[in-house]
């Protein structure tokens, strides 16, 4: 399983909870822009990912699908092409990026619930940067729902139940997803962050009880 050997494990129920919001913003109208004008002929995949991912495209930014094996985390080409996402993941979060992607939820879509149990995962904290979405995607972080609006920045407990419902047919979701090691600045910035934005939704628990019952 996919590992970062000699780094400790994260208690992130205790630093993270489900989901907490940043105290920290991006541009996000810029880094859609940058998205925007990426080569069509990048995107139309899953990036390698596989399981209830195979629903959502993905591009990879820096590494590779876990699915793909223990490949060098390292940045990939797109990245190159998108200077200030590189800005955010290298200067604005205050810890080492490991692997990140572009993922685009399509309309009307779910990743159903899920817990990312490798090693690497219970090793790094994962951050979303939502680029475009809307009040119709529901972030589901244990037993409760979040919005993530363009231009926050939200750490998501991978380690725990977690799962997205894009419930409007006719607009795409795009986030750019990564995982840092934990370093102090960036364990300050999480404890100064807002913890308390999940709330219990019932059209939420109805759909995935459906979904997952086919």
Request: aromatic letters at 6%.
């Amino acid at each position: 399983m996919l590992d970062l050997p000699g780094h400790p494990v994260i208690d992130k129920t205790a630093v993270v909870g489900g989901c907490l919001r940043l105290p920290v913003r991006i541009d996000a109208q810029r880094l859609a822009a940058e998205v925007a004008v990426l080569p069509p002929t990048l995107w139309g995949s899953t990036g390698g990912r596989v399981g209830v991912h195979r629903n959502a495209e993905a591009l990879f930014l820096r590494g590779y699908a876990p699915a793909q094996g223990a490949l060098p985390i390292e940045d990939r080409e797109p990245l190159a092409m998108l200077p200030y996402a590189r800005e955010i993941i290298e200067q604005l979060i205050p810890a080492p990026p490991q692997r990140c992607l572009l993922a685009r939820l399509p309309g009307g879509v779910s990743i159903d619930p899920h817990i990312d149990r490798a090693p690497y995962f219970a090793k790094t904290l994962r951050l979303h940067f939502p680029i475009e979405s809307h009040e119709q995607v529901h972030m589901i972080a244990g037993e409760l729902t979040y919005l993530m609006r363009p231009g926050e920045v939200w750490v998501l407990n991978n380690s725990a139940p977690h799962a997205v419902w894009n419930a409007d047919p006719d607009r795409s979701r795009t986030h750019m997803i990564c995982d840092f090691l934990p370093t102090p600045a960036l364990l300050a910035l999480m404890a100064s962050g807002e913890r308390d934005l999940g709330q219990h939704n019932a059209a939420v628990d109805r759909h995935f009880a459906t979904h997952a019952t086919g």
